[in-house]
């Protein structure tokens, strides 16, 4: 929904939608379901990652049990059918929450860097940087002083509404265009990729040329490194040169892959640990995104 300049995550976005399963496969497992879903639903909302509980909260909805639908086998008909489902439970789910409450603990803990449990009032502008314009708040100059007075979390949130619906009502009134250059790379592209077989199949293969090309002494792991840095943009991870985070991303997870598939021979196996890559990729992204320019 939204109100003016400000975007209001209510859930109105995602019942718009309507997903259907890749063309490519006649059956799917529960788990390609569910990171589907997952992966369009954060699309949908800017970018941003689902919270546990949340997801938890609408498999309940849809009598779904997390653990057991992802080993189950559906076809194309139901997944798709339950694909939508679980999109509109996660968008039942936003509309029932107390989002306002949700939104000022998170910035608070954010802003709490001490883990005091008290933040400086003169905070509630950083607050609103926070936010950014993603969520609909256009930006503004630094603050140049910080008050003294010291908030807690129900004080902080006690404040921080009625300020979010001045601006709110403001935008309303007169609208801010704001021209910004910075993306969201959170999985989400990397995780569709990932249950789509035929496409995935296709990025093996082109990384199998690489590694007939290079020399025996290789390793695997620096031979796939090489071709996502190269390639990883178009398969929805962030570019190499972005920043030192993406460095330390490439890092952590290739130093986690199993040993025993680093050095394999057999082409299946360099296909799983491809796959495997991408599956850890995709989930440092998820729980950390990674946030880069639009010209990388």
Not at 96 to 122: C, P, Q, R, V, Y
Request: with cysteine; glycine share 6%.
């Amino acid at each position: 929904m939204s109100e003016g300049g400000m975007t209001v995550l209510d859930g109105t976005h995602l019942r718009s939608l309507q997903v259907a399963m890749p063309d490519s496969e006649v059956t799917f497992t529960g788990a390609q379901v569910l990171d589907l879903a997952e992966s369009e639903a954060s699309d949908s909302l800017f970018g941003l990652s689902l919270p546990q509980c949340l997801k938890s909260s609408a498999l309940q909805r849809v009598n779904v049990d997390g653990v057991s639908f992802r080993r189950s086998e559906l076809t194309k008909e139901a997944a798709t059918s339950k694909l939508n489902d679980y999109l509109t439970a996660i968008a039942d789910e936003l509309k029932d929450e107390d989002e306002f409450a949700m939104l000022a603990e998170n910035i608070f803990t954010d802003l709490d860097i001490e883990d005091k449990g008290k933040i400086s009032k003169g905070e509630i502008r950083n607050a609103l940087l926070h936010m950014g314009v993603e969520m609909g708040i256009p930006p503004f100059e630094e603050a140049r002083s910080r008050g003294k007075v010291e908030l807690g979390q129900l004080q902080f949130a006690e404040l921080l509404q009625p300020i979010l619906q001045e601006v709110a009502d403001t935008l309303a009134q007169k609208h801010v265009a704001v021209i910004h250059n910075i993306r969201i790379v959170n999985g989400s592209k990397l995780r569709k990729l990932l249950t789509n077989e035929k496409q995935l199949n296709n990025v093996t293969e082109k990384i199998l040329q690489e590694k007939r090309s290079k020399k025996d002494d290789q390793k695997n792991t620096e031979i796939i490194r090489g071709f996502l840095e190269e390639n990883g943009k178009e398969l929805g991870l962030p570019p190499s040169e972005a920043n030192e985070a993406v460095v330390l991303l490439y890092d952590a997870v290739l130093a986690d892959v199993q040993s025993g598939k680093c050095d394999a021979e057999s082409e299946d196996v360099f296909g799983e640990l491809v796959k495997e890559i991408l599956e850890k990729f995709a989930e440092q992204l998820e729980a950390n995104p990674i946030y880069c320019d639009l010209d990388n």
